[in-house]
């Protein structure tokens, strides 16, 4: 009898590593996204993340979800536009945020949360990738999308049980710092996820100035969704960024205000073929709050100025950490 046991537990966990591999694995939309059908089918083996703030959480969420908001992620010491203000924790603090929601990059994970936001489950997943967890997706349409598809919904708060996780390093290739963007002005295509109201000047998130990066174009970060809240086919995504002048090959770097948006549209970029688009994590509150750097008011992109590039060009580039 013993044996048996033994044998069917191994069996279990040898399909729960099949099932992950393939999961992580697939291609075009699905390597992004999961349907609320297929959620729920296979509610029971994954992790569900529940990114939308505590209250929404607690009217209602999927059942077995937990909740952890993009603030749970990131020091909030200080005033935004103060240095490390909104950034990630320490990989060691962050690795044991992460497996306190019962995450420990064996189980699959999916990240939900209200369409029309700052894209919350895009910003979860992004961290989770960055730390080594590939088989963390998101789930197309959110909440709304789960109610509408006849999902069950719960109001009962859950506490995951703690799992063990640790991040060796960043995966390389998924963020980038303001020094070394500092470094790289007018040598990588820099995106501004955020609304052209925005782009242009306008503060309405406590930033210390108005404006963008130089060099920056403005894609809105909900420009990649349908009328529908559903993402748009990897096809017209393509479409969409190359209409920008975007090549496949470009070293792009997105930013919004606080590295939220941008994580979403950067995990856009990547499904799309756009491979080396990286998230600027402190973003503009950070740059804003840099008095040296340069900012840019207007619907034009602008440039570096000839003295800030020539700064730039004398400055080794290896100086600069990225991850």
């Known amino acids: 009898m013993r044996k048996i046991v033994i044998s069917v537990m191994l069996a279990c966990i040898v399909l729960a590593a099949v099932a992950a591999a393939a999961f992580a694995a697939e291609g ?46 990131a020091n909030m010491k ?34 939900y949360a209200d ?43 859950v506490v995951a049980k703690a799992k063990p996780f640790k991040i060796e390093s960043f995966r390389g290739g998924y963020n980038v710092t303001t020094p070394w963007l500092k470094v790289k002005l007018g040598e990588v295509r820099i995106i501004d996820a955020r609304t052209p109201f925005e782009y242009q000047g306008a503060r309405i998130f406590q930033e210390r100035r108005g404006g963008h990066i130089p060099g920056a174009i ?36 997105v930013y919004d205000t606080a590295g939220v948006r941008s994580a979403y549209l950067v995990l856009v970029l990547r499904m799309a073929g756009f491979e080396n688009a990286r998230n600027y994590d402190s973003s503009f509150h950070e740059w804003a709050g840099t008095p040296e750097l340069e900012v840019v008011q207007g619907s034009e992109p602008g440039a570096p100025s000839p003295l800030a590039a020539a700064g730039n060009n004398e400055k080794n580039s290896t100086q600069a950490v990225s991850n």
């Open 28 to 73: 075009g939309k699905q390597s992004l996204y999961v349907t609320p059908e297929w959620l729920k089918a296979h509610r029971n083996s994954v992790v569900i993340v529940d990114a939308r703030p505590k209250s929404l959480y607690a009217n209602g969420h999927i059942p077995g979800a937990v909740n952890a908001e993009w603030t749970y992620f």
């Open 78 to 111: 200080g005033r935004p536009g103060s240095p490390g203000w909104g950034d990630l924790y320490p990989k060691h603090i962050l690795a044991k945020k992460i497996g306190a929601l019962g995450i420990d990059g064996k189980k699959p994970v999916v990240v």
């Open 115 to 157: 369409p029309g936001g700052w894209g919350q489950d895009g910003w979860v997943v992004w961290i989770l990738r960055l730390s080594g967890i590939e088989n963390a997706k998101m789930l197309e349409g959110g909440f709304l999308a789960w109610k509408a598809a006849g999902g069950k919904v719960s109001t009962k708060r």
């Open 218 to 253: 403005n894609i809105p970060y909900d420009s990649v969704f349908n009328e529908d809240q559903t993402v748009k086919d990897v096809g017209e995504l393509k479409a969409l960024f190359q209409s920008y002048g975007l090549s496949p090959d470009d070293e792009i770097v």
